[in-house]
């Protein structure tokens, strides 16, 4: 098991995962520490600090530089916070970004997901779809609507390490409105998905 640690100004916590774009900042921190360090890392975090992820190595027997990690920026709409005291007493925090919320608006949201849950990805991201757009979305489209939304570069595997997974999602609203319209209307349920772009439609 890979141990890694942040690191900023002299305090630390243990870093159980952290998901980031691959081009852009951190969206995603689950961490462990005493009280003060959760608090002051999540703190800098949230205040746009840079701070350092540490990577143990065995090879040195010491704590190794691994990458610098900031928050990703989700404009007016800060990053949510979540802090709860262990039986150790020590303190567990996660940071996630306003667009993981089960409810939303706008096209575009992040799917996050404890990785031995990765069989719901699909049932997930059509439920958080369905929240964000008023098309009709029936339940057995799940994994044809995952596969167009691949296909068409709308959905962009977060990078990290650690026991979580995500994706960015963002499409566009009129492509696949006219794609959901023409599969409707040729009655093809589930939707399929081979030999079909939304953009050709």
């Not at 998901?19 to 003060?36: C, I």
């Not at 890392?41 to 143990?56: F, G, V």
């Not at 349920?189 to 050709?200: F, Q, R, V």
Request: hydrophobic share 45%.
């Amino acid at each position: 098991m890979t141990l890694l640690k942040l690191h900023y100004t002299g305090v630390e916590a243990i870093v159980e995962s952290h998901l980031s774009h691959p081009n852009d900042g951190l969206l995603f921190l689950s961490l462990a520490g005493s009280h003060e360090a959760a608090r002051a890392l999540l703190a800098a975090l949230l205040n746009h600090k840079q701070t350092t992820l540490l990577r143990w190595s065995d090879s040195h027997n010491d704590w190794a530089f691994d990458q610098i990690l900031s928050l990703s920026y989700c404009g007016e709409d800060r990053h949510r916070l979540i802090v709860r005291k262990l039986p150790s007493g020590q303190v567990h925090g996660l940071l996630y970004p306003p667009s993981a919320a089960p409810q939303g608006s706008g096209e575009a949201f992040t799917l996050l997901l404890p990785s031995n849950r990765a069989s719901e990805a699909q049932a997930r991201f059509l439920r958080l779809l369905d929240a964000r757009t008023a098309l009709p979305l029936s339940p057995s489209w799940g994994i044809a609507l995952w596969k167009t939304f691949d296909r068409n570069g709308w959905i962009t595997a977060l990078a990290g390490e650690g026991s979580w997974i995500g994706w960015e999602i963002c499409w566009e609203a009129d492509v696949l409105e006219r794609y959901i319209r023409r599969a409707v209307a040729a009655k093809e349920l589930p939707l399929t998905h081979e030999g079909y772009d939304a953009h050709a439609a």
